[in-house]
């Protein structure tokens, strides 16, 4: 499993709210979580994590100080040290850079454009949505382009399997199955190995 | 109330004169299994069909509802849907329902020699029948704690139910549904929620078209967070600026479930988002990932008269 990177450094403006976030995330989520100090090599080559987090249940806590990692396995929602924001403010900057507008922004979160537009000024948003966030924002920020113009081309270009970069995000959102399924119905008519009387019925 | 002859005896292959919704006067009680054994439950309304009509039509064995009849103030609750055990019959009168929390199964060879009367006409009244048995039988079972904590929405969406001339009860009136989705999964607490308030067709302005026109209301929403549910919804009601009565909507959402963090059992959700939706903006994407909150059914079962 990638490990969920909350702090890269032992910088104390960052890891104060690292640790805020931490513990919103490790009370929903189940990932190996590190905070911190970790190398400074992030994006830049191997690194090593040489404290988990005591407040994590043990059972999920990996220790990964002894792996050395490679940029590859770096999980990219890391906030930048010199540029702390607040979730309001990360929310403008995607909208503003990225070049997404709110409505695809909103389809991204899977809620509204304006409840993406309410996050922007300051309305509160759930554990998940905030991981997504920052994991929207490093992507993001991982892009080439100068513009938002460009950057919006580079997350929207397909892959050699035809999906983009935010085909991928979307798609570990909705990872899960759906607890409705009305759309099944459709499905189950036409499966010729179904009994005709269900498929009547 | 005018009977309709059943169809013969004998139909073996099942009974295609038969509906949902078709009320069988004279059978009067329907058996039920206690621990004394097999009892009779009296039915002196009658029994109603609740099998889905093209099952009825090929089925050798329906189940069938007890008909009641209701006084007072339970009439106009069962009739606004806010009592789901009962759904109205209103071919029979406006004070008798399909008693949905007893079901039992009888041979439609039995029914095909009683007369039948229809207790629903309309395809409206067909359609809302049908929903008012799915409603009953298919709602998501929320986890008990979490029903807890949706305790005070409830509470003051009864309350309102009683109220509704006031500023809450006429905005509570105009929430279609509360959907729900847990997107850290149903699988054990905390949960980590989005709240969504699905509005009636029409109630939310159709606002600002322009993506990029949404501007800075961070001190509009300053501003209504300091407010009541009940404030909000008194200025929700005098307002008329599309944009600020969408700001006033979130607000009262958001007002309304904040009072569930306050007063509802802790450890039980982590965080939510809270969200009003246009019908036509909530997608069907939403609508899979999330359950309906029947806030008007939120508490145990209780037995059938």
């Keep these: 499993m990638t ?24 009370a929903t989520r189940r990932n190996p979580v590190i905070t911190a100090p970790l190398g400074w090599n992030i994006g830049h080559g191997a690194w090593t994590a040489v404290e988990a987090d005591p407040f994590v249940d043990p059972w999920f806590q990996t220790d990964w100080t002894a792996t050395a990692r490679t940029e590859d396995s770096v999980p990219t929602h890391v906030p930048r040290d010199d540029d702390p924001r607040s979730e309001s403010d990360e929310v403008r900057w995607l909208h503003e850079q990225s070049g997404l507008t709110w409505e695809q922004l909103g389809r991204l979160f899977g809620v509204s454009r304006r409840t993406v537009h309410l996050w922007a000024n300051g309305s509160g948003m759930n554990a998940t949505n905030r991981e997504a966030l920052y994991e929207l924002v490093a992507l993001v920020r991982s892009v080439q ?16 399997s035809g999906r983009s970069q935010l085909d991928t995000f979307r798609d570990r959102r909705l990872a899960d199955e759906p607890i409705n399924r009305p759309a099944a119905y459709a499905a189950e008519a036409l499966d010729t190995t179904l009994d005709p009387a269900v498929r009547e019925s | 109330m005018t009977a309709t002859p059943g169809g013969g005896p004998g139909e073996a292959a099942g009974a295609p004169w038969l509906s949902q919704g078709d009320v069988f006067p004279a059978i009067s009680h329907l058996p039920i299994l206690t621990a004394e054994g097999v009892a009779e439950h009296t039915t002196p309304r009658g029994v109603v069909v609740i099998t889905q009509t093209c099952d009825a039509i090929r089925a050798v064995v329906v189940a069938v509802c007890p008909v009641v009849q209701l006084t007072g103030s339970q009439v106009s609750l069962a009739s606004s849907g806010r009592t789901p055990r009962y759904t109205p019959l209103p071919l029979l009168g406006e004070d008798m329902f399909a008693a949905l929390d007893t079901v039992a199964s009888i041979q439609t060879e039995i029914l095909s020699i009683e007369d039948r009367i229809r207790g629903v006409g309309t395809l409206v009244e067909i359609r809302e029948f049908a929903r008012a048995i799915g409603r009953k039988y298919a709602r998501f079972a929320f986890p008990d704690d979490v029903s807890a ?21 006429v905005t509570f009136g105009q929430v279609q549904e509360i959907r729900i989705r847990a997107d850290s999964g149903w699988a054990e607490p905390p949960y980590d929620l989005t709240i969504s308030f699905v509005m009636k067709e029409k109630v939310l302005p159709f606002g600002v078209a322009d993506d990029d026109a949404f501007g800075d209301v961070r001190d509009a929403l300053a501003r209504y967070r300091s407010m009541t549910s009940s404030r909000l919804a008194e200025v929700l009601q005098a307002h008329e600026d599309p944009d600020d009565a969408f700001l006033l909507w979130s607000s009262f959402a958001r007002a309304l479930i904040e009072r569930c963090r306050a007063e509802g059992p802790k450890n039980v959700i982590s965080s939510y ?10 997608s069907l994407e939403s609508y899979r990932r999330s359950e309906a909150l029947d806030l008007y059914h939120l508490s145990g079962p209780t037995l059938a008269e």
């Design chain 1, 3 to 26: 490990p969920l990177v909350i702090d890269r450094t032992s910088s104390g403006a960052t890891r104060d709210r690292s640790w805020e976030q931490t513990s919103a995330l490790s």
């Design chain 1, 145 to 160: 382009g100068e513009t938002p113009g460009e950057r919006r081309r580079s997350l929207l270009s397909p892959d050699s």
């Design chain 2, 149 to 169: 904590w949706f305790k005070p929405l409830r509470d003051l969406a009864q309350k309102r139910a009683r109220q509704p001339t006031t500023a809450e009860g």
């Design chain 2, 273 to 282: 988002d809270v969200e009003v939706v246009d019908p036509s903006q909530y």
